[in-house]
């Protein structure tokens, strides 16, 4: 008598099953994290670029036109300036000198 080795196909669907829920719990929070780093990125860009503003201020005794000035800059931003990671632009307030945070 041989005797078989293997799984049955309930064995399999009840894996597959787990597994499933799994999944269902997981993307979920993954997906969450992703947005959360991707906002904190952005908010840390917005305080880089209006640190950079400030600075600007006291090299030049004059606030920037425009946020370009600043950007354009090596001497601000040697690397380039940041990007949102949602793929928004940053906009500069003349009137108050900041770049504000943008909703996503």
Known sequence: MRSRVGFTLVELLVVVLILGALAFIAIPRISQSATKAKENA??????????QIELYYVDKGTWPN???????????FPDGPPECPFGTTYSYDPDKHRVEEHRH
């Open 42 to 51: 952005c908010k840390t860009n917005v305080d880089l670029i209006n640190s």
């Open 66 to 76: 425009s946020l370009s000035e600043i950007t354009s800059s090596t001497d601000y």
